[in-house]
């Protein structure tokens, strides 16, 4: 019963250095999505997916890139690490773009040096 | 641009009583509202939610009320135990729209 999971649990990166973000869910869900949680900030959507060849932006995109080559999984690239994206990663998914709840991973904490 | 705001970054509760999160949101088009829940070092977790053809919506110890007129929505917890201490996230979006917006978050704490 995994639902949704993420790896690494914990990663440090150098100022530049690019890494990417597991996320896989077995629901079979046609919708994924990434987050990042900061204080005092809530979630903020950073590139979603409504099924397997689909993703668009969401409200702060900028140094993030995205795939979705199965329904399963959807990776988060980032290209070159920065002191903001110093954050708590979370991948969602749900059955459909609206109207169903998500389902979140248990997030990747980033730290950028 | 807020959306959706939570006023109270924290809130702190006796264990036996209830408690009372707020939520206000400012798009008109929001027309469904969800609560999350979050324990430290895990994802977050769906609690409740309301659709605006609702002005309220129960599930054992947990009711929220939508006050469409007011843009405002509470989650009531009766009554708080431990286990509820985390923190709460309310939620909002429309039919069609692609994403859920989310509040900061209020940290509740029950205390015994």
Known sequence: NAGVTQTPKFQVLKTGQSMTLQCAQDMNHEYMSWYRQDPGMGLRLIHYSVGAGITDQGEVPNGYNVSRSTTEDFPLRLLSAAPSQTSVYFCASSYRRSGSPLHFGNGTRLTVT | ?112
């Open chain 2, 1 to 112: 641009d807020q959306q959706v705001k939570q006023n109270s970054p924290s809130l702190s509760v006796q264990e036996g009583r209830i408690s009372i999160l707020n939520c206000d949101y400012t798009n008109s088009m929001f027309d469904y509202f969800l609560w999350y829940k979050k324990y430290p070092a895990e994802g977050p977790t769906f609690l409740i939610s309301i659709s605006s053809i609702k002005d309220k919506n129960e599930d054992g110890r947990f009711t929220v009320f939508l006050n469409k007129s007011a843009k405002h929505l509470s989650l009531h917890i009766v009554p708080s135990q431990p286990g509820d201490s985390a923190v709460y996230f309310c939620a909002a979006s429309y039919e069609g729209a692609q994403k859920l917006v989310f509040g900061q978050g209020t940290r509740l704490t029950i205390n015994p």
